[in-house]
């Protein structure tokens, strides 16, 4: 069973940064893509960004130019660096991979960013 772990939420003030990690389970190189989502009250579910063993990156119109997303291999983690954070921007924040088998996700964590 794979599990993921995310950690490093919190609340910010705006203009603020974060920096979100999400542990895996087992070796990370397992998984071609690593994901992060995030959910604000009331709304949809939505891709944030993603990274694939290639190294290829993709990002949310939304978070372009303020979110980066890396993988660490040593450490079986993504990253996610948020900066210049907005309220916009609250929201439960979920790390996602997949395989042949299931589609994984970690518990969530909260990142609440006050104006």
């Known amino acids: 069973q794979v599990q993921l772990v995310e950690s490093g939420g919190g609340l910010v003030q705006a203009g603020g940064s974060l920096r979100l990690a999400c542990t895996t389970s087992?070796?990370?190189?397992?998984?071609?893509?690593m994901r992060w989502y995030r959910q604000a009250p009331g709304k949809q579910r939505e891709l944030v960004a993603s990274?694939?063993?290639?190294?290829?990156?993709d990002y949310a119109d939304s978070v372009k130019g303020r979110f980066t997303i890396s993988r660490d291999n040593a450490k079986n983690t993504v990253n996610l660096q948020m900066n210049t954070l907005n309220p916009d921007d609250t929201a439960v924040y979920y790390c996602?991979?997949?395989?042949?088998?299931?589609?994984?996700w970690g518990q969530g964590t909260q990142v609440t960013v006050s104006s």
């Open positions: 990274h694939s063993l290639s190294g290829s990156t």
């Open positions: 087992r070796s990370i190189s397992y998984f071609y893509t």
């Open positions: 996602n991979t997949d395989d042949t088998f299931a589609v994984y």
